[in-house]
């Protein structure tokens, strides 16, 4: 087998049949087969999925065991010599898959991607993420047009999970997604991890609707895990230096969120992401290694450049 293609599905009804139809018109690898992981779903959207695509399965879990360990249950289950992620709510193009896998034939190349599109496909998500001095991820170029970008291959700090291709072998070898993270900043831990590149190629691309899975901008969800994680992710990544002003500036982050949605529901959830967060961050201390550590914070943009982003967006 070819490529297995992973898609983690939690209530997602509404849009995976889409994703699974454009799967089936749009990948060209001919030994191909797609693994629709069920994380808990309660609308039944996991079954028949071989209806929208002949290729796929479900894998089936009665409790949300979350994007991490559903892209893992995935892998494992998979045959095929390359496995895909790609996001139950969103649409890849024609040939997406192509680029990917002939990027991955160098062994130089450890994960592969594509751009991820706003729905209209005119304009972009994310052309690979970049790494915040707070450890959070946010798109490249997020919101410039596509036909901006180069029409070469280049490498990117970390990929997206909502398309990304790795070596299955490789992808177990490393443990895969660093469960305990349940989801948000996966795809950052992984390409800190992995020793090989991360390229990105242009020519593969999603349409990508946001906001299914885990609700709006700020919901709990979209608060909560990110608050915590970016704590973990900092005391597994980066030496203390950079570790004291990660907390530091995500402490500044977390309270201007909460400056502006002036919520409750909102403080709450940041509040339990910190408390779990802080109560987990000295047991990670011991994933890495002194030169991995200085090699992470390498990898970081600047606080400027962070902040300068996060403005331009409207989010700060």
Not at 119 to 138: K, Q, R, V
Request: aromatic fraction near 6%.
């Amino acid at each position: 087998m070819e490529l297995s293609v992973v898609l983690v599905n939690h209530n997602g009804a509404g849009v995976l049949p889409a994703s699974l139809g454009a799967l089936a018109r749009n990948t060209a690898a001919e030994e191909v087969e797609g693994i629709v992981v069920d994380s808990g779903s309660a609308d039944g959207s996991w079954e028949g999925v071989e209806a929208h695509w002949p290729r796929a399965r479900a894998l089936r879990f009665a409790e949300n065991i979350g994007f991490c360990a559903g892209c893992n249950r995935g892998a494992e289950s998979a045959a095929g010599r390359f496995v895909a992620f790609v996001n139950f709510d969103a649409e890849v193009e024609p040939g997406w898959d192509e680029p990917l896998r002939a990027l991955l034939e160098d062994p130089a190349i450890a994960v592969a991607t594509g751009v991820l599109l706003r729905p209209d496909g005119s304009t972009l998500e994310a052309a690979g993420l970049e790494i915040a001095p707070n450890m959070a991820t946010y798109g490249r170029l997020d919101g410039e047009p596509r036909d901006g970008l180069p029409a070469e291959p280049f490498e990117v700090e970390a990929a997206s999970g909502a398309l990304m291709m790795v070596r299955r072998e490789e992808f177990l070898a490393l443990g895969g997604f660093y469960e305990p993270l349940f989801m948000y900043g996966e795809e950052a831990d992984y390409c800190l991890r992995v020793e090989g590149r991360i390229v990105l190629d242009p020519s593969s691309a999603i349409r990508h609707e946001q906001g299914h899975a885990s609700g709006p901008l700020r919901s709990t969800t979209r608060l909560y895990w990110p608050s915590r994680n970016r704590l973990l992710l900092a005391a597994r990544h980066l030496p203390p230096v950079a570790l004291a002003k990660s907390v530091a500036s995500s402490a500044a982050f977390d309270l201007a969120t909460i400056a502006q949605a002036r919520s409750g529901a909102a403080g709450k959830a940041i509040a339990r992401g910190w408390r779990d967060g802080l109560r987990g961050m000295s047991a990670e201390r011991r994933a890495r290694k002194p030169r991995e550590r200085k090699a992470a914070a390498r990898r970081l943009v600047s606080f400027r450049a962070a902040l300068q982003e996060q403005r331009r967006l409207g989010r700060l």
